[in-house]
Structure formats: C-alpha cells, structure tokens
C-alpha cells in the first residue's frame, strides 16, 4: 500500500473534463487550480493507482549502471556559449555565456516525499554540488519529487547567495516556508530578464501535487531561454499536445531544446502527461528545434518500461523520421556538450 501511495504522490495522470472555461486565463480555475491549456486537467483516481499497482505487482526491479563521463571543467568553468552538462533525469547544468542555470536540480538518493521510500535514484549524480561553478539561476518545472527536491534546493540556496529561484505560479509559498526568499513565480508566457538573457514560462501538459491534497495548486510548465546568440528550452514533464507549435509560433525556432523520451509505459495511465520516444522526435519537429537531448530516463525508476529502452525507441523512432542522434541525442550522466 505504501507502494501505491507513493506514485499516487508521484506520478499517477488521469484526466477529467474540467467543464469551466469561463475564466481568463483559462488555465486558472475558480477554486483556485490550474489546468492545462486543452481545458482537460489530470486527477488521480485511487481506482486507475490500483489497478496499475495490481497489474505490475511481483515485477522485478530492473536497473542497469550506465557509462558516466566526467564532466568538462574547462569548458564549465569558463561559461561557454552554448554548455549543457546533463547531471541526470530532468537535472542539467546550462550554460549561456551570460548566465548559468540549473534545470529541476535533484541531487539526493530518492524521488520522495520520504528519506526511507520512494523511487530510489540508480545511477549518480553527473554533477556534485561542490563542483558546479556558480550559479545564477535555477529553474524548477513543477512541484512534483523527481523536479522539486527539498535537500537540493535548500543546498543550492546555502551555497550560493544570491542564486535565484524561477518557479511556476503558486510554488513561492512552498520555498519561503523552507526558508528561500529569493524565489519569482511566473505565470504562462511571463518573462523574466536576468542579465542579458530572457526566460519565459510557458504552457505543456501535466499536472503537480506534492501531497494528496494540493493537486494543481502550483502550475507547471517549459523554461525558454533565450540570449543575444542562442536559444534553449527545457520542457519537463509533457504529454503531446499542440502547445508545442504554439510555443514555436510565440518564441520562435529554438537551438536547444530537453525534451524527456523516458517514463511513458503504460500508455493507458502515462500517455495524457508523459510523451514516448515517438512523440519526443514529433515535438522536436513541432518546436522547429536545431538540436535534441533526451531527457528523463536512466536515472529513477519511476514507470515501467525497461531502464535501456527509452534511447533504443528514439533511435528507432529518429530512423522513421530521417534523423541521427546529431540531431536527437542523449547524454552520459556526468557529460558534457558542447553546441556550436
Ligand atoms: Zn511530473
């Protein structure tokens, strides 16, 4: 049961039909939640949590070490335009030459409300937290464990002074009661310029909960980046949708864009907020994106595809669409690249 109660906390997407459309913007509901831009909203229903659990009761846990990399000091130390070093699932080190960001920082041993259970990270940290050099920015997707990790940020807020924390509307309560003031929420399509660089906020599909009360009370969503010589996005947790052309239309082409290929099996509870490998290389098409990474696998075992598969579909799925990993790719935990 505790099993169950944990992805219910985690990663559990039903939809319902929200039947108010009446408010503007749309996304804000009356009681005070968020939806998605399609009107639809994810809730959990106990029944779809059970009968998942049910279906994959006595399943081995398969995990699998991977190849790390170390990461390239050198480069990260001299903030090369544009850096990303991939630290593991949704967690990268950007660099843009003018600012550098941490993306969902989780550097902790679990993706969990609890420091005994939950799913258990199977592959390190990429990056330590003593070795980053400084950073100016953090930005956080959604409240969910495996993107909001109390340890990291409150580490990351400790070690750096003056780093600031973008975060979706609704969430600046949560860190001001950890104690981090220096926290922004934004809302769809807000900006905020930090030094040269613009970062928007803008909408995908999903959902946020960190308890079993507080479902849709925080906003989630993609960072966009965006300086004088490149442009980067970070989408976090998604299902497909056609938010992303509208994302292409109002921010145009991007350089650079982390779209997740992992935690998507079973389709009939993962589809609605978590896009598979296939959908991954149509969302690269829709953000009329130069360069891929993949993102959100090989880290947390969080659904139930096998550890080893979400590059194995993306390969498969970048040879139906004509493409190489020069234009999709995935990253070593721990490595470093490079775009030019
Ligand atoms: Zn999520």
Redesign the pocket.
């Known amino acids: 049961m505790r099993l169950v109660l944990l992805f219910f906390f985690?990663?559990i997407p039903i939809s319902v039909l929200s039947e108010d459309f009446a408010i503007d913007p749309k996304h804000h509901l009356p009681d005070g939640t968020f939806t998605n831009t399609s009107g639809i909203a994810n809730e959990s229903k106990l029944k779809e949590v059970l009968k998942w659990s049910w279906e994959r009761r006595g399943k081995k846990i398969e995990t699998f070490e991977f190849e790390m990399k170390v990461p390239d000091f050198k480069r990260i130390n001299n903030n090369q335009d544009l850096l990303i070093t991939w630290i593991g699932h949704e967690s990268f080190l950007y660099q843009n030459k003018d600012i550098n960001v941490l993306t969902d920082p989780h550097f902790t041993e679990r993706a969990s409300p609890f420091t005994f259970a939950g799913p258990k990270r199977y592959m390190p940290p990429g990056m330590k937290i003593d070795d980053l050099p400084k950073i100016d920015v953090v930005t956080i997707?959604?409240s969910?464990y495996?993107?909001l990790d109390y340890h990291s940020v409150k580490l990351l807020s400790e070690k750096f002074d003056d780093v600031l924390f973008i975060v979706p509307l609704g969430l600046k309560e949560w860190f001001e009661g950890k104690g981090i003031y220096n926290v922004r929420e934004l809302d769809w399509w807000d900006s905020i310029e930090v030094k040269q660089t613009i970062i928007t906020f803008a909408p995908v599909q999903?959902?946020?909960a960190r308890g079993l009360f507080d479902r849709n009370e925080s906003l989630?969503g993609a960072w966009h980046f965006k300086n004088v010589s490149h442009s980067f996005i970070h989408l976090?947790?998604t299902g497909y949708t056609k938010d992303f052309i509208e994302i292409r239309r109002k921010l145009g082409p991007v350089d650079l864009a982390a779209i997740p290929i992992g935690a998507y099996e079973p389709r009939w509870i993962m589809e609605f907020?978590?896009i598979n490998p296939e959908e991954a290389v149509m969302t690269y098409f829709d953000l009329e994106a130069t360069k891929a990474i993949g993102m959100s696998w090989g880290t947390f075992i969080l659904t139930d595809e096998p550890v080893t598969e979400p590059p194995k579909k993306l390969d498969e799925a970048l040879k139906r669409y004509d493409l190489t990993n020069k234009d999709f790719f995935v990253l070593s935990h721990g490595e470093t690249y490079l775009i030019d």
Do not use: F, L, P, T
Request: charged share 15%; hydrophobic share 25%.
């Open positions: 985690i990663i997707s959604h969910h495996d993107h999903h959902w946020s989630w976090g947790d907020s978590h």
